[in-house]
């Protein structure tokens, strides 16, 4: 598979989950990820981070709460040697409509605009099923679900063998553990389960 793009969840997926993280001295990149994302861009494949920030519009933490948090989260993985091209979030109450919110795809449509990304190139990274939605929704080419996070308990939702995934480090989704209601009319896309964002993308990179 070629991959022009990755697009990473923030919480659990390449920072440790903090629940309603607002203050930047709480941003710890999980082990290996900051290399991993570095591995992306050394194979010429870009980076971009997409995130439901539902404590905004709950009111427990400001907008500028998340942009401090993210100039940290540059922080460190510049220290790696890798970067993120770009970044959006969803500010809103999970109880507001609104296109933006995982696993709706106004994120994605905003980047592909921004960016001229293309969804047969592009995969989806993150621990929750709502991630893998969003991959689906958005056409790319491929999904995966790491354990890192909320992914045990989301592999625990869908069915898998979280063990025989942390064992291997990147195995295929059996499709039968998806709700076909997921797919209805939308295209194809491989989705993975992986112990972590490391073995995501030693696993994408390997396709």
Request: glycine share 12%; hydrophobic share 45%; charged share 25%.
């Amino acid at each position: 598979m070629t991959l022009s793009a990755v697009l990473f969840d923030r919480d659990g997926t390449v920072i440790f989950d903090r629940h309603y993280l607002s203050d930047p001295a709480g941003v710890e990149l999980i082990p290996g990820t900051g290399e991993a994302l570095a591995r992306l861009g050394g194979a010429g494949i870009a980076s971009y981070l997409v995130s439901n920030q539902s404590g905004i519009g709950r009111g427990y933490f400001p907008e500028s709460a998340w942009y401090a948090c993210q100039e940290r989260l540059d922080e460190l993985l510049a220290q790696k040697g890798a970067k993120l091209e770009d970044t959006r979030f969803c500010p809103h109450d999970p109880e507001v409509s609104c296109s933006c919110r995982k696993p709706g795809t106004g994120m994605w449509e905003s980047l592909r605009e921004a960016h001229g990304l293309d969804a047969s190139s592009c995969a989806m990274v993150g621990d929750k099923p709502e991630d893998l939605r969003f991959g689906i929704n958005a056409g790319l080419a491929a999904a995966v679900l790491v354990l890192t996070g909320k992914g045990m308990k989301s592999a625990e939702k869908l069915g898998l063998d979280a063990e025989a995934v942390a064992c291997a480090g990147f195995l295929p989704i059996p499709a039968d553990r998806i709700p076909a209601e997921w797919f209805e009319g939308r295209g194809s896309i491989r989705l993975f389960a992986a112990a972590d964002t490391a073995a995501a993308v030693d696993g994408l990179l390997a396709l």
